[in-house]
């Protein structure tokens, strides 16, 4: 039943695809740096939910898989950006790809501080010293 956790993680990494997709809609330029925040913010969501989806793997308890899911969330992100660049109205761009790996690794990060937490393994759940 755990191997259904992947479902959502493929909608949303499918949903990512559906949005570059399509071709920027013409309107109001963003302040600098928000379309970095928005790759960040989209990728720091892949990432936390990758983690959660390989907790659900014989990985789960690999001391890496931070790391692996930051990997994938980053590489998806690269293959993404080339993809734009086929996008009529889209770009690639590698500061866009370097927004995407750090809000996977931030989100994979994340994810593994929850799942530490939620296991009692930090000292403030578990009542250790302060």
Known sequence: MKKLRWIPVIAYAALIFYISSRPWPSGPDLPPGADKAIHFAIY???GFGLVWAFRATRYRFSNHLMWVAAVVGFTYGIFDEIHQSFVPGRDASAFDALADGFGSVAGAWIAILCARWLRG?????SGGAR
């Open 121 to 125: 393994e930090c000292p403030e759940k």
């Open 44 to 46: 720091f969501f892949l």
